[in-house]
């Protein structure tokens, strides 16, 4: 049984030395102490900052619930993030936060979510259509594959279609700009000025530039076309609850922008993790794939997607492996205490998610692909903040419904007409944190065609 830790003593850790900071560019999952996947509270240091590393439950819960408003974000990560997000829901603070988050919200109600579903279905088919082109047999990287479904997806529910976009072109600026936030993150948390340039800085600054451009090219595009039907109409309809303004175009390029890269790069990472998982566990494919014809479409039927029980835990599993959003990271805006330590205001709190998943005091075989730990009748023995792929408390993720039903759409257009299978002697690959947790090297899987599978209402 997966059981909750007592909060116990505080492990200290020593000064980081030149390897680790090192080591914290390049991957900061591998600069983590040791203690975080066995202890509850570390205090650590991060390029020679304190960090206190926070990975109890009941700690957790009560910093991102009961405290959730004497912490800010991190100016570090904000740094990063704001020459393509500017302020808006992920990287704002306060009353700016609020306004935004009450604003975007009815844009994500499960009718909303449910109304996607045919949008969602085109993205597999398309991936279907591209993978029957290849050879029978053949190889596909799940990595850019799940990338380009994931953004046609994004077009197809955020955008309304918006065939002005072009996907290769914003997929490669946002590559180009993620590739260096690492850099910033480490300038931020060194203190050195954002103007400074750093390996890389004029391209990331090039990518910005173009990736805002693209956007607000398209908020340029809809704004007299105010229907409400996708979550860019649902922006430009809302209005702050406070002033009953509308957004400003500043403010609908910044949550353009947030949703697409909050809810783009995740989602497919999910995706391809999930595939490459079950790659490895033929029994965990069958098994999907026999739940799966025995429900209807979800494009025919939206409940369909409920249903899919097995299949929503092989995606909680692989998102307890490999959580996309690795690391949630605040500020104290006051002194508080976490788990006996005291943290004085300005000191940084960091949530390991990847080694809250891994943690041996809450998980059997924590290494292990197990969906069955997902059971309802398992989860619910399970403290609720010991899986926290999405976050907790009112940061929560914004897109959390829309990414487990994208998800499952998405597996249940693709599992009956592909099997997949791992290259031989390809282990799984490393991954690393660059803002979200991503394979290092691509992630190429064999894909064999089946043959077709009657389904539950053809
Ligand atoms: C499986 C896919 C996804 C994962 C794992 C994920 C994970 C997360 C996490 C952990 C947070 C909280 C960050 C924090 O507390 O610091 C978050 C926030 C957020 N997510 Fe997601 N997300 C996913 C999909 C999406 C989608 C599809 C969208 C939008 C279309 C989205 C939009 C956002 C936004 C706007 C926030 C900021 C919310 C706020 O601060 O009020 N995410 N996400």
């Known amino acids: 049984m997966d059981v909750a830790p007592a909060p116990g003593p505080v492990a200290r850790r020593p000064l980081a030395g030149a390897r680790d900071v090192v080591r914290a560019f390049n991957n900061l999952v591998e600069a983590w102490p040791e203690d975080v996947y066995r202890e509850p509270v570390v205090a650590g240091r991060l390029l020679g900052r304190p960090?206190?590393?926070?990975?109890?439950?009941?700690?957790?819960?009560?910093?991102?619930?009961?405290?959730?408003?004497?912490?800010?974000?991190?100016?570090?990560?904000?740094?990063?993030?704001?020459?393509?997000?500017?302020?808006?829901?992920?990287?704002?603070?306060?009353?700016?936060?609020?306004?935004?988050?009450?604003?975007a919200?009815?844009?994500?109600?499960?009718?909303?979510?449910?109304?996607?579903?045919?949008?969602?279905?085109?993205?597999?088919?398309?991936?279907?259509?591209?993978?029957?082109?290849?050879?029978?047999q053949g190889v596909v990287d799940l990595q850019s594959e799940m990338m380009r479904t994931?953004?046609?997806?994004?077009?197809?529910?955020?955008?309304?279609?918006?065939?002005?976009?072009?996907p290769a072109r914003f997929g490669r600026a946002l590559d180009g700009y993620l590739k260096h936030t690492n850099w910033k993150i480490a300038y931020g948390v060194l203190g050195a000025p954002a103007w400074l340039p750093h390996p890389g800085s004029a391209r990331a600054a090039k990518a910005s530039r173009d990736l805002r451009g693209m956007a607000a090219r398209v908020v340029a595009g809809r704004r007299d076309r105010r229907d409400g039907c996708d979550v860019l109409g649902a922006l430009l309809s809302?209005?702050?609850?406070?002033?009953?303004?509308p957004l400003s175009d500043r403010e609908l390029v910044d949550n353009l922008l947030t949703f697409v890269v909050a809810g783009h790069e995740t989602t497919a990472l999910v995706l391809a993790w999930t595939l490459r998982l079950i790659a490895e566990h033929p029994g965990v494919q069958r098994r999907m794939l026999d739940e799966?014809?025995?429900?209807?479409?979800?494009?025919?039927?939206?409940?369909?997607?409920?249903?899919?029980?097995?299949?929503r835990q092989v995606v909680c599993e692989a998102m307890r492996l490999y959580p996309p959003a690795a690391l949630l990271v605040r500020r104290a805006a006051v002194d508080l205490k976490v788990g006996g330590l005291r943290i004085p205001a300005g000191g940084s709190l960091h949530i390991p998610i990847y080694a809250l998943h891994r943690h041996r005091r809450l998980w059997n075989d924590p290494e292990t692909f197990d969906p069955d730990r997902f059971a309802p009748d398992?989860?619910?023995?399970?403290?609720?903040?010991?899986?926290?792929?999405f976050g907790g408390g009112p940061r929560v993720c914004i897109g959390m419904g829309m990414a487990i039903t994208e998800c499952l759409v998405i597996l249940a257009g693709l599992l009956p007409r592909f099997g997949f299978g791992p290259l031989e002697g390809a282990p799984l690959p490393r991954a690393h944190l660059r803002v979200t947790l991503r394979p290092i090297g691509g992630m190429p899987v064999r894909v064999e065609a089946r043959r077709a599978q009657p389904r539950v209402g053809g």
């Open 378 to 389: 398992r989860q619910r023995l399970r403290h609720r903040f010991a899986f926290l792929p």
């Open 150 to 166: 994931a953004f046609d997806i994004v077009v197809g529910t955020m955008l309304g279609g918006d065939a002005g976009l072009d």
């Open 238 to 245: 809302a209005v702050a609850p406070d002033t009953g303004l």
């Open 51 to 103: 960090v206190t590393y926070v990975v109890d439950p009941e700690c957790i819960r009560t910093l991102l619930v009961d405290e959730a408003d004497k912490l800010v974000r991190d100016d570090a990560m904000t740094r990063a993030l704001a020459p393509i997000l500017g302020t808006g829901l992920l990287t704002s603070d306060g009353p700016a936060w609020r306004t935004q988050r009450r604003a």
């Open 292 to 311: 799966i014809a025995g429900v209807p479409s979800p494009v025919d039927d939206p409940g369909a997607v409920d249903r899919l029980v097995f299949c």
């Open 105 to 136: 919200a009815p844009a994500f109600r499960p009718d909303r979510v449910a109304a996607s579903i045919p949008a969602i279905a085109d993205a597999a088919r398309a991936t279907l259509r591209r993978w029957e082109e290849a050879p029978r």
